[in-house]
């Protein structure tokens, strides 16, 4: 059984649309996170929700807009998609945020492509 | 963002050890030293962490200097699946930053047969 699944795999769109990413963790954990990896390969933190709360909100255009249902989903819904929106997105859950001692559990990752 | 120094690559042979180091000598006291690895077309995946104290799991060994600004990760025998790209992050204990992983480039490591 998959942890941390997102759906879909793969996401090619052209400039303009909008689409979701969804994501479910199985874990039972508190803490989920949005994380872009560019095409440079470097992985940043976009947000987090603990417990359907945001808690980080790392300056992201508003055109990205997290939504959390239930403390086991996190979707991310990009408006007006944008060419430099192409990336990898990995979605990760963790038992809190703020332990050290609670290690992240990251899905498979989403590729978006923006023509 | 990224407050470690990595090696870009490293290269080891199947079943030997493999010694993986990290700088960090900014680390502020409450900062713990974590290691993330990432396989080809996947997402990251937690290796170890600590604060003070070598570590040891049942994936690798994690060596921490005694004044905290440099690291090693040891994997004992590096096996095909093991090569990867393998991340050094300092997560913050406390502050601004609490709660966020900083990944940096990370050493690719290649296991040859």
């Known amino acids: 059984d998959t942890a941390v699944s997102q759906t879909p795999k793969y996401l090619v769109t052209q400039m303009g649309n909008d689409k979701s990413i969804k994501c479910e963790q199985n874990?039972?954990?508190?803490?989920m996170y949005w994380y872009k990896q560019d095409s440079k390969k470097f992985l940043k933190i976009m947000f987090s929700?603990?417990?359907?709360?945001?808690?980080i909100n790392e300056t992201v255009p508003n055109r990205f807009s997290p939504k959390s249902p239930d403390k086991a989903h996190l979707n991310l819904h990009i408006n007006s998609l944008e060419l430099g929106d192409s990336a990898v997105y990995f979605c990760?859950?963790?038992?809190?945020?703020?332990?050290?001692?609670?290690?992240?559990?990251f899905g498979n990752g989403t590729r978006l492509t923006v023509t | 963002d990224a407050k470690t120094t990595q090696p870009n690559s490293m290269e080891s042979n199947e079943e030997e050890p493999v010694h993986l180091p990290c700088n960090h000598s900014?680390?502020?006291?409450?900062?713990?030293i974590h290691w993330y690895r990432q396989l080809p077309s996947q997402g990251p995946e937690y290796v170890i962490h600590?604060?003070?104290s070598n570590v040891n799991n049942r994936m690798a060994s994690l060596a921490i200097a005694e004044d905290r600004k440099s690291s090693t990760l040891i994997l004992h025998r590096a096996t095909l699946r093991d090569a990867a790209v393998y991340y050094c992050?300092?997560?913050?204990?406390?502050?601004?930053?609490?709660?966020?992983?900083?990944f940096g480039r990370g050493t690719q490591l290649t296991v040859w047969p």
């Open positions: 990760a859950s963790s038992q809190r945020w703020d332990d050290n001692n609670s290690p992240l559990h």
């Open positions: 900014t680390i502020s006291g409450t900062d713990y």
């Open positions: 600590g604060l003070t």
């Open positions: 874990l039972g954990h508190d803490t």
């Open positions: 929700y603990n417990n359907k709360e945001l808690i």
């Open positions: 992050i300092l997560r913050a204990d406390r502050g601004s930053t609490l709660g966020r992983l900083y």
